[in-house]
């Protein structure tokens, strides 16, 4: 069964430090993975994704994550935070059945000035 | 493009009511999926609609329930509410509901916010 690991409940960075946000998985098949993002009181909003094909992937608001098979990992970074950035961040795999996305607990990612 | 949408944005029912909860997907996307938000568990996955068909559930108990009509929009009704109901619903709309379509994404609304007393 799949499954999804966020470690870091809470990080903290300085604007301008270089942000990462960790993400591990499991999956019995070829993942699909997926990073949100979800500002307080709103719905998720995509970051970006992996499917198949290059492993470095490059997503919105200069976010990027690398797939890496043997790690099993899909990390999120960021090279300059930015205040803007401070949010949570849900990585998923999809969960091999219909319309299931399969969430990590979530980082909650804040930026000191 | 319009993008999910969801009514209404914020309940305050009491324990023993019912819900219903609304969701309007993408233009196009025929697949609505809905999760539970709480602070303990996280999200977590209701049910799938397709073409007015139930394809996936969840492991939540039979108070969850939902449909889909024929133009794609979907509601979800909680039966006797408990506290513990308390949560933001979300929903999601994709294409076909992922299941390995790798052209697929889900896009969510901004969700229900549910408050039990």
């Known amino acids: 069964a799949q499954s999804v690991t966020q470690l870091g409940s809470h990080v903290s960075v300085s604007e301008g430090a270089l942000v990462l946000l960790r993400c591990n998985y499991s999956?019995?098949?070829?993942?699909?993975l997926f990073w949100y993002v979800q500002y307080p009181n709103q719905g998720l909003q995509l970051l970006l994704k992996?499917?198949?094909?290059?492993?470095l992937v490059k997503g919105i608001n200069g976010f990027e994550a690398e797939f890496k098979k043997s790690e099993t990992s899909f990390h999120l970074t960021k090279p300059s935070a930015h205040m803007s950035d401070a949010a949570e961040y849900f990585c998923?795999?999809?969960?091999?059945?219909?319309?299931?996305?399969?969430f990590g607990k979530g980082t909650k990612l804040s930026v000191k000035p | 493009k319009a993008g999910v949408t969801q009514t209404p944005r914020y309940l305050i029912k009491t324990r023993g009511q019912q819900v219903t909860l609304s969701c309007s997907p993408i233009?196009?996307?025929?697949?609505v999926s809905w999760y539970q938000q709480t602070p303990g568990q996280g999200l977590q996955f209701l049910f799938e609609?397709?073409?007015?068909?139930?394809?996936n559930k969840g492991n939540f108990p039979g108070r969850f329930s939902g449909r889909q009509f024929s133009n794609s929009r979907s509601e979800m009704n909680v039966s006797t509410l408990e506290l513990g109901d308390s949560a933001l619903y979300l929903c999601?709309?994709?294409?076909?509901?992922?299941?390995?379509?790798?052209?697929?994404?889900?896009?969510f609304g901004p969700g229900t916010r549910l408050t039990v007393l």
């Open positions: 998923a795999v999809e969960g091999g059945s219909q319309g299931n996305l399969i």
């Open positions: 609609y397709f073409s007015e068909t139930q394809r």
């Open positions: 992996y499917t198949t094909g290059a492993t």
């Open positions: 999601a709309s994709s294409l076909t509901g992922l299941a390995g379509d790798s052209t697929d994404t889900q896009y």
């Open positions: 999956s019995s098949v070829p993942p699909y």
């Open positions: 233009s196009g996307h025929r697949s």
